[in-house]
């Protein structure tokens, strides 16, 4: 079965600083993998995406991960953080083929930046 | 382009009274998902649906609830004599097809509250 884990309930940053929250994968295959970010009291918004080349991705907000099939880990990292990026953010991971319903998501990470 | 639509926001029941949760997809979108996400905790796959088909519920509780998706109309998640433990953030996610390179779009969720 497959499975996500981001080992670190919550981070908190400095603005400014970089930022990386961790994302490891269990999976019988390349899955796709997924980051979302949920705001307080609203829906998750998708950050960025891998299927399939270039393991390096480009999101929206400044965002990027690496898929490093080696160590089954999806990493989101931003070089430089603004206090608006302050959100729980979730990995999820779905099936390489077919069904999109089934996508496995970690337990969040909770990103508080101070100022 | 309005996307995913769920209504209400918030909704408040007392123990054994039933709760119906609306869901309308993006335009175009006729893949709907339903997901629970419990206090600190990440989002856990309810049912999957296409228009008048339950195409995956595998992560519906056998009792007390339903889901529908009618040719007409938005997507309804049922809760028969809810239970306190029903209490929790229910969000709806549609997507253009069923391809594993259709992302997810999400709702910003219905909080039900057990009383």
Same mark, same amino acid.
């Given at each position: 079965a497959q499975s996500v884990t981001q080992p670190d309930i919550h981070i908190t940053v400095s603005e400014g600083a970089s930022l990386e929250l961790r994302c490891n994968y269990s999976y019988g295959a390349t899955p796709y993998l997924f980051w979302y970010v949920q705001s307080p009291g609203q829906g998750l918004q998708l950050l960025l995406k891998y299927?399939?080349?270039?393991?390096l991705v480009q999101g929206i907000k400044g965002f990027e991960a690496e898929f490093k099939r080696s160590q089954s880990s999806f990493n989101l990292r931003k070089p430089s953080v603004h206090w608006s990026d302050a959100a729980e953010y979730f990995c999820a991971v779905g099936p390489p083929?077919?069904?999109?319903?089934?996508?496995t998501f970690g337990t969040g990470t909770r990103l508080q930046v101070t100022l | 382009n309005a996307g995913v639509m769920q209504n209400p926001r918030h909704l408040v029941r007392r123990r054994g009274q039933e709760a119906r949760l609306r869901c309308s997809p993006m335009k175009g979108h006729s893949h709907v998902y339903w997901y629970r996400q419990l206090p600190e905790e990440g989002l856990k796959f309810m049912v999957y649906l296409q228009k008048e088909n339950?195409? #995956?519920?595998?992560?519906?509780?056998?009792?007390r609830f339903s889901a529908e998706f009618p040719k007409e109309g938005p997507s309804i998640l049922r809760i028969q004599? *809810? *239970?306190?433990? #029903?209490s929790a953030a229910y969000f709806c996610a549609s997507s253009?097809? *069923?391809?594993? #390179?259709s992302p997810l779009h999400f709702g910003n969720g219905t909080r039900l509250t057990v009383t």
């Open positions: 299927f399939s080349g270039d393991t083929a077919g069904t999109a319903s089934k996508l | 339950i195409i #995956d519920e595998s992560g519906m509780p056998k009792e004599q *809810v *239970v306190r433990g #029903d253009a097809t *069923v391809a594993g #390179d």
